[in-house]
T-cell receptor, first 114, second 116 residues
């Protein structure tokens, strides 16, 4: 009964490769996010989708492309991976109409680029 | 855009003591200030939040205070226990009541260690 689940949990790959991370939420939330947490634990928003529509797009290289096939799924595809892409990527969701504004995070996907 | 500063970056306390973590924000329009706790290897989880129409909020051993004029807010943990050891993040955003998401800007985190 995991609320926000993302796969894979660990990903080790070579520079220049293309990889994807998948995220699904079963909370019925309208909004989903991708956050990047670097080695210093800094959490930074990358993208946000509301009901399949892109609403937040921070300054992220074009190599990162999110895709939301429906409001319960938000995937992240990364092209031409670089060493600096190594981080933990967290998917999250929230209910747009909720007064609490709470973000529910997935367990994270640790990406290591060699 | 919003900028959130958080201090200290590390904090070590003895079990039973209090811990205080402070944050400042730059955008006076921000009206929502949550605190997240991230245990080692785990996901961040909301522990308490406060809105700009409230100056203080308490939930058992944790409390948050907000000073809108000074644009700073603080997390207070009393009677600390070993299980309080984690990284704590403050955040700020302009809460969207219609459309849009919750664009939280996080602070840089505080590693709290509660020693026996």
């Amino acid at each position: 009964d995991t609320a926000v689940s993302q796969t894979p949990k660990y990903l080790v790959t070579q520079m220049g490769n293309d990889k994807s991370i998948k995220c699904e939420q079963n909370l019925g939330h309208d909004t989903m996010y991708w956050y990047k947490q670097d080695s210093k634990k800094f959490l930074k928003i990358m993208f946000s989708y509301n009901n399949k529509e892109l609403i937040i797009n921070e300054t992220v290289p074009n190599r990162f492309s999110p895709k939301s096939p429906d409001k319960a799924h938000l995937n992240l595809h990364i092209n031409s991976l670089e060493l600096g892409d190594s981080a933990v990527y967290f998917c999250a969701s929230s209910q747009r109409t909720s007064f609490t504004g709470e973000l529910f995070f997935g367990e994270g996907s640790r990406l290591t680029v060699l | 855009g919003e900028n959130v500063e958080q201090h200290p970056s590390t904090l070590s306390v003895q079990e039973g003591d209090s811990a205080v973590i402070k944050c400042t924000y730059s955008d006076s329009a921000s009206n929502y200030f949550p605190w997240y706790k991230q245990e080692l290897g785990k996901r961040p989880q909301l522990i308490i939040d406060i809105r700009s129409n409230v100056g203080e909020k308490k939930d058992q051993r944790i409390a948050v205070t907000l000073n809108k004029t000074a644009k700073h807010f603080s997390l207070h943990i009393t009677e600390t226990q070993p299980e309080d050891s984690a990284v704590y993040f403050c955040a700020a955003s302009i809460e969207q009541t219609a459309g849009g998401g919750n664009k939280l800007t996080f602070g840089t985190g505080t590693q709290l260690k509660v020693e026996l």
